[in-house]
């Protein structure tokens, strides 16, 4: 009887931490690429160009621990709650580059990468990549 509620609390025990770490892997997660991004640079698409800001075509990202907020010329665009649905680590470049996925309040998925050591993040897909700076 002993051995059995022993295992029984071992159990809960073992399911109760695994469930502490996610919950604070997510808010380091979070914590990485919360702030407010300055948008660099547009680069790919049918011509494989670069675009940059001009005087006229800023755009500007805010995530904070659950919101997205995407701004363009100072007038948002996309103000959404988000939820972190994957994380990679790359093997080749770890610990400084982590792609997430972040899925809107409204369905849409963003996919990010973000370079640590260089402070930069990358949101888009393979045919267009927008470049942020960390304001």
């Given amino acids: 009887m002993k051995a059995k ?3 029984l609390l ?3 025990g073992v399911g109760f931490l695994n469930g502490c770490n996610k919950d604070e892997e997510e808010s380091f997660q979070t914590k990485t690429i919360s702030g407010d991004w300055n948008w660099t640079a547009s680069c790919g698409g049918f011509t494989g160009q670069c675009s940059y800001p001009e005087r006229d075509n800023i755009k ?3 995530i904070t621990d659950d919101r997205f907020i995407q701004k363009i010329n100072r007038q ?3 103000d959404e709650t988000y939820q972190i649905t994957k994380t990679q680590i790359s093997e080749t470049n ?3 580059e982590k792609s997430y996925e972040l899925q809107l309040g409204d369905g849409r998925i963003i996919g990010m990468t973000f370079i ?3 402070d930069i993040l990358y949101v888009g897909n393979s045919l267009l990549l927008d470049s942020y700076k960390r304001k």
Avoid: A, M
Wanted: aromatic share 16%.
């Fill in 76 to 78: 948002i665009t996309i």
């Fill in 10 to 12: 071992f159990i809960i």
């Fill in 60 to 62: 500007t990202i805010q």
């Fill in 5 to 7: 509620i022993l295992t």
């Fill in 116 to 118: 640590q050591n260089k």
């Fill in 94 to 96: 770890f610990p400084y």
